[in-house]
């Protein structure tokens, strides 16, 4: 399970008021796009836990079966006949699970289609040439259609990678801050546009630290520095904490 499980598994199973459990419903449960879990970095073990399940997208949006959401062979009938026989239920136990996750799937993702083409446009310009900019604006772009999805809290994963500096500390690790930056500045900037911005905290985590080897790079150790951002957050403080 991941680091995140417990916060997770309780979002899933707080009480909601009726009109949100019919939206809830409408979005196919904890594992849907207005579940607790969102991954926009691909498959991650952070949102994993005993009852929740990640939702994962892409930065353009939901991971679409193609020959579903596109007519197969230039013909909606046939799209829709191969959407019957991968959501038909089954008596043999394996067969009718895949079916299950794959009706899941496919509702959430035209549920999430739809809100995102109804959302409203962000005013926010994020850093181009940035993977992690490209997916905290999904990020914000489901932030600004939650309540199209029936969502109320939600943990959302993105990630960059290029940490494990060995060599070439010097040339590549402030490369890599300054687009963590952009990226995070165009993001705080989306949601103060949304007016969330006192309803969102934003953290950086990392499953290794790291320590200066004294040759231009770093290896792995026990250390590390992290950021939190947020209107909730203390601002400017620096703590530490030994292990």
Sequence with gaps: MGASWRLLDRLEKK????????????????????????????NAVFLSGRSAVQYQVSPRGPVALDAVRNPLFGSAACSAVLRSLVTAPSTDLLEHEHARVMARSLGAGDTLTTAL??????????????????????????????????????VFFVSLGGFDTHAGQSEVHPALLTRLAG????????MAELRVADRVTTFTASEFGR??????????????????LGVQSTAGAFTARRR
Aim: proline fraction near 3%; glycine fraction near 16%.
């Design 15 to 42: 009480p909601l008021s009726d009109s949100r459990k019919s939206r809830r419903k409408r979005n196919l449960g904890g594992a849907g796009c207005g579940g607790a879990g969102v991954n926009v970095a691909g």
């Design 183 to 190: 990226a995070l500045q165009a993001f705080q900037a989306a």
């Design 117 to 154: 083409a109804g959302g409203p446009t962000l005013a926010t310009v994020f850093p181009s040439n940035n993977s992690l900019a490209d997916q905290l604006r999904m990020v914000a772009r489901m932030v600004s259609t939650a309540a199209e999805l029936g969502a109320r809290r939600q």
């Design 211 to 228: 320590t200066f080897t004294g040759t231009d790079g770093s290896d792995h150790g026990w250390g590390g520095s992290h950021l939190i």
